[in-house]
């Protein structure tokens, strides 16, 4: 059915640019953002011409916050329609849950919602989760009480660093975007230049960050090649992927959002988790960062035996990484284990360094 399609792990769609949180530190940059809808012809327009050469397995709808959206039942209808996807998910902040029309639930596969601090919600994790097991979705809670810094407010230029960043980022791995026609390999990306704009840095041309969707007569050649390519986007100058330090999050008021604009970042090595950025490095250098998948068959398992491990064990298999899943399996299970004493994994052929640091 999929043959000679791409297939990749989740792609997301911003059904609004804005959001009813402020959060310091947004990399979608929602709370200075003006109220943006997305439109339903163009992600029809969009989702018909990236089907013809491409499948995911799951397809979020953000934000912003996608509650926001007035027509948010004919977009999961579209997205269904289109063929696109295997499983649709609804990531949202959870305080217009009680708002939520009754078809929803019974439209999407699973519900993610960001747990906050200091964010209150009508509807407890309880009564969110009875209405999921009523209608057989699978929930996710994230909680979310730091931000890691993404979006800095000078460039980066230091190239051997943004190299480094940008090879460790997982967010390419796992936040393909579909923005205004075009498909990201992660989700800041699309809201870099407006990022830009407002902090009063002249942009560049960003054209390379994305493939046009529409109109392409050579779509998936170009879309394979994007997702394969290991020069960074011109956005990651402006980004810490997924190694900037974390901060604890707090809600932001108009002036604290203005403030936030005009904040000055002199030493970007100095906002870097360097200990994040060299266990990053460590990984094995067959892990592949690119989104796409050889098959969908063990996307599928996965989902399907995850009531079960989440039930049986109290493992969620969808909302954590492969990392932490093993770690918390092999925790459970360490009594009737035998300790690996496989050897030390091989380092990556470069290490970034903290310059701060370096003796010369």
């Given at each position: 059915m999929h043959a000679k399609k791409i297939l990749a792990r989740s792609v997301e769609v911003n059904l609004t640019a804005h959001c009813n949180l402020s959060c310091y530190g947004c990399d979608h940059v929602s709370p200075v953002h003006e109220e943006e809808y997305l439109s339903v012809e163009e992600l029809t327009k969009d989702l018909g011409a990236l089907a013809e050469v491409y499948h995911v397995f799951e397809f979020?709808?953000?934000?912003?916050?996608?509650?926001?959206?007035p027509h948010l039942l004919n977009i999961v209808d579209t997205i269904r329609a289109s063929g696109i996807a295997d499983k649709i998910t609804l990531i949202t902040n959870g305080v217009l849950l009680h708002n939520a029309p009754e078809a929803l639930?019974?439209?999407?596969?699973?519900?993610?919602?960001?747990?906050?601090?200091?964010?209150?919600?009508?509807?407890?994790?309880?009564?969110?989760?009875?209405?999921?097991?009523?209608?057989?979705?699978?929930?996710w809670y994230k909680p979310t009480d730091d931000f890691t810094i993404r979006l800095i407010h000078s460039e980066n230029s230091?190239?051997?660093?943004?190299?480094?960043?940008?090879?460790?980022?997982?967010?390419?791995?796992?936040?393909?975007t579909i923005h205004k026609g075009r498909y990201f390999k992660c989700?800041?990306?699309?809201?870099?230049?407006?990022?830009?704009?407002?902090?009063?840095?002249d942009a560049f041309n960003f054209e390379r960050?994305?493939?046009?969707?529409?109109?392409?007569?050579?779509l998936r050649q170009?879309?394979?090649?994007?997702?394969?390519?290991?020069?960074?986007?011109?956005?990651c100058r402006y980004c810490l992927g997924s190694v900037g330090k974390s901060m604890p999050l707090r809600q932001m008021n108009k002036v604290a959002a203005q403030q936030w604009l005009a904040e000055k970042d002199d030493d970007v090595s100095a906002l870097i988790d360097w200990d994040a950025l060299?266990?990053?490095?460590?990984?094995?250098?067959?892990?592949?960062?690119?989104?796409?998948?050889?098959?969908?068959?063990?996307?599928?398992?996965?989902?399907?035996?995850?009531?079960?491990?989440r039930r049986a064990l109290g493992i969620d298999l969808i909302g954590a990484p492969p990392t932490a899943i093993w770690k918390r399996t092999r925790r459970l299970f360490?009594?009737?284990?035998?300790?690996?004493?496989?050897?030390?994994?091989?380092?990556?052929?470069q290490q970034a360094n903290d310059p701060r640091s370096d003796p010369s």
């Open positions: 979020l709808l953000t934000g912003g916050e996608p509650l926001l959206h639930w019974s439209k999407i596969d699973k519900l993610g919602v960001s747990i906050y601090p200091g964010v209150k919600r009508r509807l407890s994790q309880d009564d969110i989760k009875a209405l999921a097991d009523r209608h057989r979705l699978l929930l230091n190239r051997d660093l943004v190299k480094a960043i940008y090879s460790t980022c997982t967010l390419r791995n796992s936040c393909h989700s800041p990306s699309p809201f870099v230049p407006d990022w830009l704009r407002r902090v009063r840095i960050d994305s493939v046009a969707v529409r109109n392409n007569p050579d170009q879309l394979a090649d994007y997702l394969k390519d290991e020069e960074p986007l011109t956005a060299r266990k990053a490095q460590r990984r094995p250098e067959r892990t592949d960062l690119n989104g796409m998948l050889a098959t969908l068959a063990g996307r599928r398992m996965r989902w399907r035996i995850t009531p079960w491990f360490s009594p009737w284990l035998i300790p690996m004493r496989g050897g030390p994994r091989r380092p990556a052929n």
